[in-house]
Protein backbone atom coordinates (compact mmCIF):
# COMPACT_ATOMS: atom_id res chain seq x y z
CA UNK A 1 0.00 0.00 0.00
CA UNK A 2 1.81 3.50 -0.92
CA UNK A 3 2.52 5.30 2.18
CA UNK A 4 0.04 8.03 1.73
CA UNK A 5 -3.18 6.23 1.46
CA UNK A 6 -2.37 4.94 4.74
CA UNK A 7 -3.52 8.19 5.71
CA UNK A 8 -6.36 8.09 4.22
CA UNK A 9 -10.20 8.31 6.37
CA UNK A 10 -12.23 8.08 3.30
CA UNK A 11 -15.57 6.55 4.38
CA UNK A 12 -14.67 6.18 7.97
CA UNK A 13 -16.35 8.06 10.90
CA UNK A 14 -14.49 9.90 13.49
CA UNK A 15 -15.98 11.28 17.40
CA UNK A 16 -13.98 14.00 19.10
CA UNK A 17 -14.90 15.59 22.37
CA UNK A 18 -13.50 18.45 23.58
CA UNK A 19 -13.39 19.74 20.07
CA UNK A 20 -15.02 23.30 19.81
CA UNK A 21 -11.28 24.61 20.20
CA UNK A 22 -7.64 24.15 20.91
CA UNK A 23 -6.31 20.13 20.38
CA UNK A 24 -9.74 18.94 19.60
CA UNK A 25 -10.41 21.12 16.69
CA UNK A 26 -7.04 20.89 15.22
CA UNK A 27 -7.63 17.12 15.85
CA UNK A 28 -11.16 16.95 13.66
CA UNK A 29 -9.81 19.49 11.21
CA UNK A 30 -6.92 17.04 10.44
CA UNK A 31 -9.17 14.12 10.42
CA UNK A 32 -11.75 15.40 7.87
CA UNK A 33 -8.41 16.70 5.42
CA UNK A 34 -7.71 12.84 5.17
CA UNK A 35 -11.18 11.66 4.15
CA UNK A 36 -13.29 11.02 7.81
CA UNK A 37 -16.59 12.43 8.72
CA UNK A 38 -15.82 13.73 11.89
CA UNK A 39 -18.38 14.58 14.93
CA UNK A 40 -17.40 17.22 16.98
CA UNK A 41 -18.55 17.43 20.68
CA UNK A 42 -18.28 19.65 23.46
CA UNK A 43 -20.24 21.14 26.06
CA UNK A 44 -22.14 24.36 24.12
CA UNK A 45 -23.74 23.82 21.10
CA UNK A 46 -23.38 27.25 19.52
CA UNK A 47 -19.24 27.11 19.91
CA UNK A 48 -19.31 23.29 17.84
CA UNK A 49 -21.96 25.20 15.20
CA UNK A 50 -19.15 27.81 15.00
CA UNK A 51 -16.56 24.97 14.45
CA UNK A 52 -18.36 22.59 12.59
CA UNK A 53 -19.13 25.70 9.99
CA UNK A 54 -15.53 26.59 9.53
CA UNK A 55 -14.47 22.94 8.66
CA UNK A 56 -17.03 22.55 6.74
CA UNK A 57 -16.10 25.57 5.03
CA UNK A 58 -12.61 23.61 4.03
CA UNK A 59 -13.72 20.15 3.85
CA UNK A 60 -18.04 20.54 2.84
CA UNK A 61 -20.28 17.96 4.63
CA UNK A 62 -17.53 16.70 6.84
CA UNK A 63 -18.39 17.71 10.42
CA UNK A 64 -21.12 17.40 12.35
CA UNK A 65 -22.05 19.06 15.76
CA UNK A 66 -23.15 17.43 18.93
CA UNK A 67 -23.12 18.83 21.84
CA UNK A 68 -22.41 16.38 25.26
CA UNK A 69 -20.90 17.42 28.90
CA UNK A 70 -18.18 14.39 29.05
CA UNK A 71 -18.89 14.06 32.57
CA UNK A 72 -22.52 12.94 32.52
CA UNK A 73 -23.23 10.10 31.60
CA UNK A 74 -27.11 10.72 30.25
CA UNK A 75 -25.28 13.13 27.88
CA UNK A 76 -22.55 10.37 26.38
CA UNK A 77 -25.24 8.00 26.06
CA UNK A 78 -26.89 10.49 23.69
CA UNK A 79 -24.21 11.55 21.55
CA UNK A 80 -23.13 7.90 20.72
CA UNK A 81 -26.61 7.25 19.78
CA UNK A 82 -27.24 10.06 18.03
CA UNK A 83 -23.97 9.76 16.15
CA UNK A 84 -25.39 5.97 15.20
CA UNK A 85 -28.06 7.15 13.72
CA UNK A 86 -26.56 9.31 11.23
CA UNK A 87 -23.67 7.30 10.53
CA UNK A 88 -24.25 3.79 11.41
CA UNK A 89 -20.84 3.41 12.75
CA UNK A 90 -17.86 4.90 14.45
CA UNK A 91 -14.49 4.06 13.56
CA UNK A 92 -12.44 6.33 15.38
CA UNK A 93 -12.88 7.99 19.08
CA UNK A 94 -10.63 10.54 20.21
CA UNK A 95 -11.47 11.20 23.91
CA UNK A 96 -9.80 14.41 24.00
CA UNK A 97 -12.29 16.34 26.33
CA UNK A 98 -10.60 17.73 29.44
CA UNK A 99 -11.15 20.02 32.98
CA UNK A 100 -8.37 20.98 35.55
CA UNK A 101 -10.32 23.35 37.77
CA UNK A 102 -7.82 23.09 40.76
CA UNK A 103 -4.16 24.37 40.50
CA UNK A 104 -2.13 23.26 43.67
CA UNK A 105 -0.80 20.67 45.73
CA UNK A 106 -2.32 17.69 45.88
CA UNK A 107 -3.40 17.66 49.08
CA UNK A 108 -4.63 21.37 49.02
CA UNK A 109 -7.15 20.12 46.25
CA UNK A 110 -11.31 19.70 48.02
CA UNK A 111 -13.20 16.56 47.21
CA UNK A 112 -15.28 18.25 45.00
CA UNK A 113 -12.28 19.54 43.04
CA UNK A 114 -10.80 16.02 42.93
CA UNK A 115 -14.50 14.73 41.92
CA UNK A 116 -14.85 16.82 39.32
CA UNK A 117 -11.52 16.40 37.25
CA UNK A 118 -11.80 12.40 37.77
CA UNK A 119 -15.67 12.74 36.58
CA UNK A 120 -14.20 14.51 33.21
CA UNK A 121 -10.86 13.36 32.61
CA UNK A 122 -11.50 9.36 33.72
CA UNK A 123 -14.50 8.17 33.91
CA UNK A 124 -16.02 10.49 31.16
CA UNK A 125 -13.45 8.66 28.45
CA UNK A 126 -14.34 4.97 30.33
CA UNK A 127 -17.63 5.72 29.81
CA UNK A 128 -17.56 7.08 26.39
CA UNK A 129 -14.94 4.66 25.06
CA UNK A 130 -17.37 1.81 26.72
CA UNK A 131 -20.50 2.59 24.90
CA UNK A 132 -18.83 3.29 21.48
CA UNK A 133 -17.28 0.13 21.55
CA UNK A 134 -20.42 -1.52 22.48
CA UNK A 135 -22.68 0.47 19.81
CA UNK A 136 -19.91 0.04 16.86
CA UNK A 137 -16.61 -1.29 17.44
CA UNK A 138 -16.86 -4.54 19.17
CA UNK A 139 -18.78 -5.60 15.35
CA UNK A 140 -16.86 -3.48 13.03
CA UNK A 141 -13.25 -2.87 14.66
CA UNK A 142 -11.97 0.93 15.23
CA UNK A 143 -8.89 2.91 16.36
CA UNK A 144 -9.00 4.93 19.94
CA UNK A 145 -6.70 7.52 20.65
CA UNK A 146 -6.52 9.00 24.08
CA UNK A 147 -5.47 12.47 24.79
CA UNK A 148 -3.01 12.46 27.48
CA UNK A 149 -0.68 14.37 29.39
CA UNK A 150 3.64 14.60 29.96
CA UNK A 151 2.15 14.81 32.87
CA UNK A 152 0.53 11.49 32.97
CA UNK A 153 4.36 10.04 33.04
CA UNK A 154 5.81 12.15 34.92
CA UNK A 155 5.01 14.70 37.87
CA UNK A 156 5.02 18.65 38.03
CA UNK A 157 4.26 21.38 40.41
CA UNK A 158 0.67 22.59 40.63
CA UNK A 159 -0.96 20.34 38.36
CA UNK A 160 -0.88 16.65 40.64
CA UNK A 161 -4.87 16.47 40.56
CA UNK A 162 -4.80 16.70 37.26
CA UNK A 163 -1.65 14.57 36.62
CA UNK A 164 -3.35 11.74 38.29
CA UNK A 165 -6.11 11.30 36.15
CA UNK A 166 -4.13 11.65 33.05
CA UNK A 167 -1.73 8.35 34.41
CA UNK A 168 -5.46 6.88 35.15
CA UNK A 169 -5.92 7.35 31.26
CA UNK A 170 -2.34 6.14 30.51
CA UNK A 171 -2.99 2.99 31.99
CA UNK A 172 -6.51 2.70 30.80
CA UNK A 173 -5.14 3.01 27.38
CA UNK A 174 -2.73 0.12 27.88
CA UNK A 175 -5.38 -1.82 29.45
CA UNK A 176 -7.65 -1.69 26.57
CA UNK A 177 -4.68 -2.17 24.38
CA UNK A 178 -4.36 -5.42 25.55
CA UNK A 179 -7.91 -6.34 26.53
CA UNK A 180 -9.32 -4.95 22.84
CA UNK A 181 -6.09 -5.15 20.51
CA UNK A 182 -6.83 -7.30 17.38
CA UNK A 183 -10.23 -5.77 16.66
CA UNK A 184 -9.47 -2.23 18.23
CA UNK A 185 -6.05 -0.51 18.36
CA UNK A 186 -5.85 1.77 21.58
CA UNK A 187 -3.29 4.71 21.83
CA UNK A 188 -2.57 7.81 23.47
CA UNK A 189 -1.18 10.81 23.02
CA UNK A 190 0.78 12.81 25.99
CA UNK A 191 1.05 16.68 24.77
CA UNK A 192 3.80 18.77 27.01
CA UNK A 193 2.74 22.44 26.83
CA UNK A 194 0.98 23.16 24.12
CA UNK A 195 -0.68 26.91 23.05
CA UNK A 196 -4.67 26.81 23.77
CA UNK A 197 -6.48 28.89 25.62
CA UNK A 198 -6.68 25.65 28.00
CA UNK A 199 -3.26 25.79 29.17
CA UNK A 200 -2.88 29.76 28.71
CA UNK A 201 -2.97 30.04 32.99
CA UNK A 202 1.02 27.93 32.05
CA UNK A 203 2.34 29.56 29.22
CA UNK A 204 1.21 32.91 29.65
CA UNK A 205 3.06 32.55 33.08
CA UNK A 206 5.72 33.92 32.02
CA UNK A 207 7.89 32.37 35.18
CA UNK A 208 6.34 28.96 34.07
CA UNK A 209 6.89 29.65 30.57
CA UNK A 210 11.14 30.58 31.30
CA UNK A 211 11.05 27.19 33.51
CA UNK A 212 9.88 24.84 30.61
CA UNK A 213 11.60 26.54 27.75
CA UNK A 214 15.02 26.28 29.86
CA UNK A 215 14.73 22.40 29.97
CA UNK A 216 13.39 22.21 26.63
CA UNK A 217 15.85 21.46 23.29
CA UNK A 218 13.83 23.28 21.11
CA UNK A 219 13.28 26.08 23.00
CA UNK A 220 9.25 26.59 22.07
CA UNK A 221 6.52 24.93 23.07
CA UNK A 222 3.56 23.30 20.92
CA UNK A 223 0.82 24.28 18.83
CA UNK A 224 -2.40 21.65 18.56
CA UNK A 225 -1.48 21.04 15.09
CA UNK A 226 1.29 19.11 16.41
CA UNK A 227 -0.67 17.12 18.92
CA UNK A 228 -2.88 16.60 16.04
CA UNK A 229 -0.62 14.78 13.39
CA UNK A 230 0.24 12.35 15.81
CA UNK A 231 -3.11 11.53 16.36
CA UNK A 232 -3.81 11.45 12.92
CA UNK A 233 -1.13 8.80 12.76
CA UNK A 234 -2.34 6.66 15.57
CA UNK A 235 -6.07 6.65 14.32
CA UNK A 236 -5.00 5.59 10.73
CA UNK A 237 -3.40 2.45 9.17
CA UNK A 238 -0.07 4.00 8.78
CA UNK A 239 -0.36 2.69 13.09
CA UNK A 240 -2.17 -0.58 11.63
CA UNK A 241 0.54 -2.36 14.25
CA UNK A 242 0.91 0.45 16.94
CA UNK A 243 -1.41 -0.66 19.90
CA UNK A 244 -1.09 0.47 23.65
CA UNK A 245 1.39 2.87 23.08
CA UNK A 246 1.72 6.98 24.05
CA UNK A 247 3.39 9.35 21.79
CA UNK A 248 5.09 12.00 23.78
CA UNK A 249 4.57 15.33 21.87
CA UNK A 250 6.85 17.69 24.07
CA UNK A 251 9.54 18.60 21.74
CA UNK A 252 11.99 16.17 23.85
CA UNK A 253 11.20 17.55 27.26
CA UNK A 254 10.27 20.53 29.48
CA UNK A 255 8.08 19.90 32.39
CA UNK A 256 5.12 22.51 33.10
Not at 130 to 143: D, N, Q, T
Not at 178 to 202: D, S
Amino acid sequence: MPAASRFDLSGRVALITGASRGIGSAIAEILAEHGAQVVLSSRKQADLDAEADRINGLYPERATAIAAHSGRPEDLEKLVQATMERFSRIDILVNNAATNPYFGPVLGAELSAWDKTFEVNLRGVFLLTKLVYEASMESRGGAIVNVASIGGIRPGLGLGVYNVTKAGVIMLTKQLARELGGNVRVNAVAPGLIKTRFAEALWGNQEILDRVLAQNPMARIGVPDEVAAGVLFLASDAASYVNGEVLVIDGGGGEV
